[in-house]
């Protein structure tokens, strides 16, 4: 099986890069840690890998929006590289902050209109949230939630609610299977449409959407960290377990993406 090589991109604020390797390393991917500027500098060190992962974090402090400078920043520097990127049989993962910076670069929702059809935007309640949230996956052609029913992952933003510029778009993104991981009760197993009350869904995002992919499936962006529940001990109630899971629950995510190149 083709071991990949991810390129886990940093930036001024980037906090969760060492976990996101981790995370890649122990589901059989090499990582490598590569800052924006090293990047600018020679964009073709990008053709060496075959993923590449925005993890999260505070890049440029959130200044000005949530993700909007590092994004600004690719565009103007890297923009042919990450085109290349997203055109190509490769992977695109955005974890939270991530997530925010493929949102405004526009990736994870091209092909829905010419004009910017949806975003990420502040909390409901305007506040940072960190706890944990249960998840479901809709049908959908996401390389990274193949398999997966369900997840418990924790959340920490202040800027996550996903709103749609309006219902067409909504549905354009629902109908494709676009809409891929949604935030559900701790009892439900199946995605809704309708928008839950807190807490199930932390932040009144959209159809409680939690994440979203691109047409492919390729390119994938959410809000929760399944870098943060790859050790079973990471669930905050494992130590009532009888008995323990080889990995947590955010591990199959990074397991996908490394099979992905085995197929
Ligand atoms: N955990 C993160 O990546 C944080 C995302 C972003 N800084 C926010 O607060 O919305």
Redesign the pocket.
Known sequence: MAVPRVLILRAPGT??DEETAFAFEAAGAVTERVHVNRLIENPKLAEDFQVLCLP???SYG?DIA??RILASQLDRNLGDMVRQFCDQDRLVLG????F?VLMRLGVLTSGVRETQPATLTWNDHGR?EDRWVHLSVDETPCVFLKGIDQMYLPI?????KFVTADAEALKAFGDAGRLALRYTTADAGQTSDEVLPFPSNPNGSEANVAGICDATGRLFGLMP?PERHIDPTHHPQWTRRTEQPQWGEGFAIFKNAVDYFGE
């Open positions: 906090n969760c999260g974090g505070f959130d949530a993700g974890i939270c902050n991530g925010q940072f920490a933003h202040a800027e996550g960290h």
